[in-house]
C-alpha cells in the first residue's frame, strides 16, 4: 500500500459514527433549555432591591457550581464501573466529567469573582469557600496533569479512574464547608445565611421561578450533553491516534 | 497433569502500550521441562511478553494459561510455581543477602526452619554462601545477578522466566550462570530466557522463539544449528543484526 | 494458597524497619526537613504572641503534610528503583497486604517524625504541644495521611517526574484531613471547650477511616497494573 491509499483507509476507520438521536435531542433541549433559563434570569426575574442588576449573575453562578457537582459525580461513576467493568466507555466518560467539570468550575469562580468587585468590594478574598472552590478546581487540574503523565493505556485508565473518585472529596468539601466552618462571608441562598454572610438576599418568589429551571438545566442536561460529545470526540481522537502509531509502525 | 499437555499455554496474545503494538497475535506453547530463548531485536516485546507471562502485566486481547490457569485472572494460583529473574536486580540494597532471601522467603509462606535451611542451600548452589551476611549494594554486578537467581529459585518454582540474564557479566560470571541454568534443567524445570548473545543460544536450549515486529517470526529447534546459521537466520528475519 | 495475610504485612514492615534502622535514609531526611520548616516558619512569620499562636498548628500540619510526602515518596522509591514492588506482586500474597505492609511502616516513621516534632515546636514556639489529645490527633491524622500518601504513591510510582507528582496529586485529596485537623488542633491549643474541639477530632477520625476504607478496596486496582 502507498502511504496515501493507507492514509485514505484511515480514514474511512476514524470516520465518526453518526450521531445518535437521543444526542441529537439532548443537543437541542439543552440549546433551548439554556436560551430559556438566560431570558428568566435576565428578563423576567425582578431586579434586587439592594444589588441592583449584578444580582442576575446568580442564576448562572450557582448552577455552574451544580453543573461541576454533576460532571465530577459522573467521574466517579464512570470511574467505578471501569474498574468493575473494565470497558474504555466508561473512562472516557470519567475524563469528560472532569474536563466539562472543571469549564463549571471555572464558570462558578469567574462569576463570582465578577459578583464580589461591586458587592464585597474585591475580586477575591481568602475564604474558606472561597478557597475550597479553588482547590476543587486545582485538584481536577491535578487529575489532568496526573493523566498526562502516566504512558501505559490500562495503567493510565485503573489509576485515574482511583483519583477521580479520591478527587470528589474535595467536591464535597466545598459543598459542605459552610455548614461546619461558619466564619463565611459567603452568602447562602437555600436555608439560614451564616452570620457573618454579606451580600445576602432573600429567595422571593421571582428568584425562586428563575432559580429552579436553570438548576435543573445545569445539574442534568447541560452536564450530560457535554459529557456525551466529550467522551465521543475522546474515542474519534483514541481511534486517529491508533492509526497514526500503526502508519507508523507498519 | 497429563505429561503432554503444555505447561504454557499462549494464544492470540496481543499487548499495546498506549498506542504502540508490542505483542502482536502471539501463539505458542511450552512444553513441562522444555527450555527456550526469546531471541529479537531491543523493544522487539520480549520484556514484555515475560512479564506478561509472569502475570505482571495484563495482556490486551487474547489468553496465557499457566499449569491450566488463566493469567493474569487466576495468577495467584500459580504464583508460587513462577520464578522471575528481571533485568533489575529486585533487591533491597540496604538489606544483605541473606535477609533479602529471609524477607522473600516469608512472602512465599516459608516457615521459619525451612526458610534458614533452603536459603543455605541455595546461596551454596550460587556460590554466595561466603558472603551471605554483606549487603547487596555492595555486590558486585555478577554477585548481584545470582542473588537475583537464588530470589527466584528459592520457592523453587516448576517455570523459571529469565530476561536477558547474561548481561553486563564477564566471562567467569556467565559460566557459572550458565551452570545454574544446566542444573534447573536438570531438575526438569521449565525454563524461557531472553537474550542478545545468539552464540550462546543453542548451547542453552532445544528450542527458539524470535520475535521480530512484535510478532513470531521463527518458532523450531536449533540444538543442532550453528551459531553462524542461527545468526543468519535471524539476520534474515530481524535484518541487519550482528552475530555476537 | 495464599501466604497468609498477617504473614506478609509482618515481612513487609519488619523488612522496611530493618532496612531504615540499618540506613536511615527516610527518618533523618524526614526529621532534617520538619526541623528546617519549623525554623522557617518561625522566622518567616515573624508575628507577635498572639498571632504565632493562632499560627502553631497551621505550621505543626503543614510541616507534616510536607516532610511526609518527603517520606512516601523516598519509600516507594526504594520498591520502584531496583524492581521490587514486582517482586512483591510476584509473590503469593494479596494485594491489599502489601498495600497495608507499606501503609504501616510509612506511618510508623512520619509518627516517628510528629513525635519528635512536637516537643520541638514547644521549645521553639513557647508553647506547650505536649498535650494528650493534642498527641490523639496527632497520631489519628498522620494515620490518615499515610494512608492517602501510600496509595497516591504507588500510583506516581510509574509516572514521569514523579517526585512532583505525588505533591500535586496528594495535596488536594488531604485537604479533608488538614482541615479538621488543623481545626482539632488550633482549638486545643486555645484550650477552647471539649465540644469546640472534639467535634472537629471526631470529623478527622471519621475521614481518617473514609480515606483508609477506600484506598484499601483500590489498592488492589493500584497493584494489578
Redesign the interface.
Known amino acids: 500500500m502507498t502511504a496515501k491509499t493507507k492514509l485514505l483507509s484511515a480514514r474511512q476507520t476514524v470516520e465518526a459514527t453518526p450521531m445518535p438521536r437521543a444526542l441529537q435531542l439532548l443537543t437541542i433541549l439543552t440549546l433551548v433549555g439554556f436560551c430559556f433559563t438566560l431570558v428568566l434570569g435576565l428578563f423576567v426575574a425582578g431586579t434586587d432591591i439592594q444589588q441592583g442588576e449584578i444580582q442576575r449573575i446568580f442564576y448562572i453562578h450557582m448552577p455552574s457550581f451544580f453543573g461541576a457537582f454533576s460532571a465530577f459525580g459522573l467521574t466517579v461513576v464512570g470511574g467505578i464501573l471501569y474498574?468493575w467493568r473494565k470497558s474504555e466507555g466508561w473512562d472516557r466518560v470519567a475524563l469528560a466529567g472532569v474536563e466539562v467539570g472543571l469549564a463549571f468550575a471555572l464558570i462558578n469562580l469567574a462569576t463570582g469573582a465578577i459578583w464580589a468587585r461591586p458587592i464585597w468590594n474585591t475580586w477575591w478574598t481568602w475564604d474558606p469557600r472561597l478557597t475550597?472552590a479553588a482547590?476543587?478546581a486545582?485538584?481536577y487540574a491535578?487529575y489532568l496533569?496526573?493523566r498526562a503523565?502516566?504512558?501505559?493505556?490500562?495503567?493510565k485508565r485503573?489509576?485515574m479512574?482511583?483519583?477521580g473518585?479520591?478527587?470528589f472529596?474535595?467536591v464535597?468539601?466545598t459543598l459542605f464547608i459552610i455548614r461546619?466552618?461558619p466564619e463565611t462571608i459567603h452568602p447562602v441562598i437555600v436555608g439560614a445565611s451564616p452570620q457573618n454572610a454579606q451580600g445576602s438576599f432573600e429567595a422571593t418568589s421571582g428568584v425562586v421561578m428563575a432559580l429552579v429551571p436553570s438548576m435543573l438545566l445545569w445539574l442534568t442536561l447541560m452536564p450530560i450533553t457535554l459529557i456525551w460529545h466529550r467522551s465521543r470526540i475522546e474515542r474519534r481522537l483514541?481511534a486517529v491516534?491508533?492509526l497514526?502509531?500503526?502508519i507508523l509502525?507498519e | 497433569m497429563d505429561e503432554k499437555t503444555p505447561i504454557i499455554e499462549v494464544e492470540n496474545l496481543s499487548k499495546t502500550f498506549g498506542l504502540l503494538p508490542v505483542l502482536r497475535s502471539v501463539n505458542f506453547g511450552v512444553a513441562r521441562g522444555e527450555t527456550i530463548v526469546l531471541l529479537g531485536q531491543n523493544g522487539g516485546g520480549k520484556s514484555t511478553l515475560l512479564r506478561l507471562l509472569a502475570g505482571l502485566s495484563k495482556p490486551t486481547a487474547g489468553l496465557i494459561r499457566i499449569g491450566g490457569w488463566q493469567m493474569p485472572k487466576e495468577a495467584m494460583e500459580v504464583r508460587r510455581q513462577i520464578g522471575l529473574v528481571s533485568h533489575q536486580s529486585l533487591l533491597y540494597g540496604n538489606l544483605s543477602a541473606r535477609e533479602n532471601l529471609d524477607f522473600f522467603g516469608k512472602l512465599y509462606g516459608m516457615a521459619k526452619d525451612e526458610r534458614a535451611e533452603r536459603i543455605r542451600v541455595i546461596l551454596d548452589q550460587v556460590g554466595l554462601a561466603k558472603r551471605a551476611d554483606s549487603l547487596a549494594r555492595d555486590f558486585s554486578r555478577g554477585m548481584q545477578q545470582r542473588l537475583s537467581i537464588a530470589r527466584a529459585l528459592l520457592h523453587q518454582p516448576e517455570i523459571l522466566l529469565l530476561d536477558e540474564p547474561f548481561t553486563g557479566l564477564d566471562q567467569s560470571a556467565a559460566e557459572r550462570l550458565e551452570g545454574l541454568v544446566m542444573s534447573a534443567q536438570r531438575e526438569e524445570r521449565t525454563l524461557i530466557m531472553t537474550t542478545h548473545q545468539l552464540g550462546r543460544a543453542p548451547t542453552l536450549a532445544g528450542r527458539a522463539l524470535i520475535l521480530s515486529r512484535g510478532q513470531i517470526a521463527f518458532d523450531g529447534n536449533i540444538a543442532r544449528m550453528s551459531a553462524a546459521s542461527l545468526g543468519e537466520l535471524y539476520a534474515g528475519l530481524c535484518g541487519g543484526a550482528t552475530v555476537a | 494458597m495464599k501466604t497468609p495475610f498477617r504473614t506478609a504485612v509482618l515481612a513487609i514492615v519488619s523488612k522496611d524497619l530493618r532496612a531504615e534502622i540499618r540506613s536511615r535514609e527516610l527518618l533523618s531526611v524526614m526529621a532534617i526537613f520538619a526541623f528546617l520548616c519549623i525554623l522557617v516558619f518561625s522566622f518567616a512569620l515573624e508575628l507577635d504572641r498572639v498571632a504565632r499562636e493562632e499560627a502553631i498548628s497551621g505550621v505543626l500540619w503543614v510541616t507534616l503534610v510536607f516532610a511526609s510526602l518527603l517520606g512516601f515518596n523516598r519509600s516507594l522509591a526504594q520498591e520502584g528503583d531496583q524492581g521490587n514492588l514486582d517482586a512483591m506482586l510476584l509473590a503469593p500474597v494479596s494485594r491489599p497486604a502489601i498495600f497495608l505492609g507499606k501503609l504501616l511502616s510509612n506511618y510508623l516513621f512520619t509518627l516517628i517524625v510528629a513525635l519528635v516534632i512536637l516537643p520541638l515546636m514547644t521549645v521553639i514556639y513557647n508553647s506547650n504541644l505536649l498535650r494528650g489529645w493534642l498527641i490523639v490527633t496527632t497520631v489519628v491524622g498522620v494515620f490518615g495521611f499515610s494512608s492517602i500518601g501510600t496509595l497516591l504513591a504507588m500510583m506516581t510510582l510509574h509516572t514521569r517526574s514523579r517526585e512532583a507528582m505525588l505533591p500535586i496529586a496528594m495535596l488536594p485529596v488531604a485537604l479533608p484531613l488538614l482541615l479538621t485537623a488543623v481545626r482539632a488542633s488550633t482549638n486545643l491549643l486555645n484550650d477552647s471547650p471539649t465540644r469546640e474541639w472534639l467535634v472537629w477530632l471526631q470529623l478527622l477520625a471519621a475521614v481518617t477511616v473514609i480515606y483508609l476504607a477506600l484506598c484499601w478496596l483500590l489498592s488492589g486496582f493500584v497493584l494489578e497494573e
Open positions: 474498574l475550597s482547590i476543587m486545582l485538584t491535578a496533569m496526573l503523565g502516566i504512558e501505559d493505556e490500562t495503567r485503573t489509576f479512574s482511583v483519583y473518585i479520591f478527587a472529596t474535595s464535597l468539601v461546619v466552618v483514541e491516534n491508533r497514526k502509531m500503526r509502525t
